[in-house]
Nanobody
């Protein structure tokens, strides 16, 4: 399984950015897809997860209303639209996949990870 993130970069506070994760090597539509992030010196943190069909989404409290996760099963791609970005959103963002979920906020529930894409929010 390969997960490849793209779309990271630098943005000013209050700005927006959309990152993507292209998956290969498994039947994309049968797996949950999640986004996590990790800032320097901090633990990996849950951001959002989307169900197999895309009909259900869950977010970390600090991202609700600002971030939107979506997926396109025809393109084997999951997206994270990030709006109203803050300096504290600066981190490496990782996508991850899992076939079953017991605790979707736990990195240990996910079995494959991408290499990450850097998002920097700074003026």
């Amino acid at each position: 399984v390969q997960l490849v993130e793209s779309g990271g970069g630098s943005v000013q506070p209050g700005g927006s950015l959309k990152i993507s994760c292209a998956a290969s090597g498994r039947t994309f539509s049968t797996y949950y897809m999640g986004w996590f992030r990790q800032a320097p010196g901090k633990e990996r943190e849950f951001v959002a997860v989307v169900s197999r069909s895309g009909s259900s989404t869950y977010y970390a409290d600090s991202m609700k209303g600002r971030f939107t996760i979506s997926r396109d099963n025809a393109k084997n791609t999951v997206y994270l639209q990030m709006n109203s970005l803050k300096p504290e959103d600066t981190a490496v963002y990782y996508c991850a996949t899992t076939g079953t979920v017991t605790n979707y906020q736990s990195p240990g529930d996910y079995d494959y990870w991408g290499q990450g894409t850097q998002v920097t929010v700074s003026s």
